[in-house]
């Protein structure tokens, strides 16, 4: 397993845990936050809203992002991915939603993990 950290990184969300015990099972090289995307500039250049992606899969050449907000609260992600799809349409990436992540926690056994995100506590660590 290529490019697996030494030491895990401190995860901004306990799901991102998760997903990477997944990936880790599977053999799924990754890594974490490993770029930062401007999506806009104020008119001296400077960035002023940007996008880190979760995790880098170099494998499968996929940028894969989390949220466990209810839908109605995405707005913020939705917005950087129509951005990323725009000013960066070669970068491959895919938005796992809580609905999804909370199937794929159930389907590997973890069934402790997928109860913790399936609450309104579980959207207080999402941005």
Do not use: C, S
Not at 59 to 66: I, K, N
């Amino acid at each position: 397993m290529a490019d697996q950290p030494q030491e895990p990184p401190n995860f901004i969300h306990p799901v991102e845990e998760v997903f990477a015990r997944i990936l880790n099972f599977y053999g799924i090289a990754w890594k974490y936050e490993p770029r930062t995307f401007p999506l806009e500039w104020d008119d001296k250049g400077n960035v002023t809203f940007a996008f880190a992606p979760d995790f880098y899969l170099p494998e499968q050449d996929l940028y894969v992002e989390l949220t466990v907000l209810r839908p109605k609260l995405t707005q913020k992600k939705n917005r950087k991915l129509k951005l990323m799809k725009v000013l960066y349409p070669e970068i491959n990436i895919k938005l796992f939603k809580r609905r999804e992540l909370r199937n794929m926690m159930v389907r590997f056994g973890l069934n402790e993990e997928a109860d913790k995100i399936f609450g309104v506590e579980a959207q207080d660590w999402d941005e």
